[in-house]
């Protein structure tokens, strides 16, 4: 299966800050990624989809000024998550794929912790 | 809308005992369906496939047949190892690679020796 790695694994920051999560994918060109959220010991929820050179598609409820999502590459999308609250604290994880593929490959994930 | 609904875990079985997890979902026309295992500090990786009525998936000793008529793909499996401790989630798609997931909200299957 394709490679997709997310930098970085874990983040502490502090409340009002921003945050940048990066997410690659390392041995294939991903003409579109998924951002999702995983609360814990619950289910992931799809944020956004990124399509290459395209702005993301936000699903219903999700703030696009307080989650920015780029997808300037076919290897790289970043999520920035702006002004950072305690609420905000979840694990972050990405995937990556293309028409051609058969499914979405996941990366490792992306804990973030705002005091 | 799209929906898929899992058993709730956790479930705790001993090693070589048989396994099943149910999941059911709704979707209008033909979705894709999948079972996905996120082993501990890992990302989700595909278990199995299944993209059309009664198609099997299979991988790693793991089943599932995909049932339009009770609107099911449930995973199982004749006899768990230890290391098939992980959670393990049931999804849907209307396509493949580059469509959206909707997930089921994942059960925690946990072997003991």
């Known amino acids: 299966g394709a490679v997709v790695s997310q930098h970085p694994s874990w983040v502490i920051c502090k409340s009002g800050t921003s945050v940048k999560i990066e997410c690659r994918s390392l041995d294939f060109q991903a003409t579109t990624m998924f951002w999702y959220r995983q609360f814990p010991k619950q289910s992931l929820m799809l944020m956004a989809t990124?399509?290459?050179?395209?702005?993301?598609?936000?699903e219903q409820g999700v703030e696009k000024d307080k989650f920015l999502i780029n997808h300037a590459s076919l290897t790289l999308s970043t999520l920035t998550v702006t002004s950072a609250h305690p609420e905000d604290s979840s694990f972050y994880i990405c995937?990556?794929?293309?028409?051609?593929?058969?499914?979405?490959?996941f990366g490792p994930g992306t804990r973030l912790l705002v005091l | 809308g799209n929906s898929v609904t899992q058993m709730e875990g956790p479930v705790t079985l001993s090693e070589e005992a048989f396994l099943t997890i149910n999941c059911t979902y709704t979707?209008?026309?033909?979705?894709?369906l999948f079972w996905y295992v996120q082993y501990p500090g890992e990302g989700l990786q595909l278990l199995l496939k299944?993209?059309?009525?009664?198609d099997k998936g299979s991988n790693k000793g793991f089943e599932a047949t995909y049932r339009k008529e009770t609107t099911s793909f449930h995973l199982e499996k004749g006899s768990v190892q230890v290391s098939d401790s992980a959670v393990y989630f049931c999804a849907l798609s209307k396509g493949q690679g580059a469509q959206k997931l909707v997930f089921g909200q994942g059960t925690r299957l946990t072997i003991n020796p």
């Open positions: 990124s399509n290459e050179g395209s702005k993301a598609t936000y």
């Open positions: 979707a209008t026309g033909y979705p894709s």
């Open positions: 995937s990556a794929s293309s028409v051609s593929r058969e499914t979405q490959y």
């Open positions: 299944a993209t059309k009525a009664d």
